[in-house]
Nanobody, 123 residues
Framework: QLQLVESGGGSVQPGGSLRLSCAAS????????IGWFRQRPGKEREGVSY????????IYADSVKGRFTTSRDNAKKMVYLQMDNLKFEDSAIYYC????????????????WGQGTQVTVSS
């Protein structure tokens, strides 16, 4: 069964940091480009970041540029999202997803999704 699994979510104060991880079962994660998305209550799913399979090309949403960093360790078959200087508006469920094709932050370009991990930024 093909599956992506996110971990690392939690509660943090504004200005704090969290690192999310994305692991896979049933597929070789190191072959695929991976995106991170988030969804806040009542909002559409929003693309946060993209990283290609080699890890040498990334793109970010304007709202997280300079604060979030995506990376991967293909030897460990893991993809990460380092989130620094977190703000209240970063609170959301975060998902990793697989894309086959050109780089994009459009959710409809992704074909395999994890179940999500909750990130809450509160004081």
């Amino acid at each position: 069964q093909l599956q992506l699994v996110e971990s690392g979510g939690g509660s943090v104060q504004p200005g704090g940091s969290l690192r999310l991880s994305c692991a896979a079962s049933g597929l070789a994660l190191d072959y695929y480009s991976i995106g991170w998305f988030r969804q806040r209550p009542g909002k559409e799913r929003e693309g946060v970041s993209y990283i290609n399979s080699r890890g040498d090309y990334t793109i970010y949403a304007d709202s997280v540029k300079g604060r979030f960093t995506t990376s991967r360790d293909n030897a460990k078959k893991m993809v990460y999202l380092q989130m620094d200087n977190l703000k209240f508006e970063d609170s959301a469920i975060y998902y990793c997803a697989r894309i086959v094709g050109s780089a994009s932050l459009r959710a409809d370009r992704y074909d395999l999704w994890g179940q999500g991990t909750q990130v809450t930024v509160s004081s």
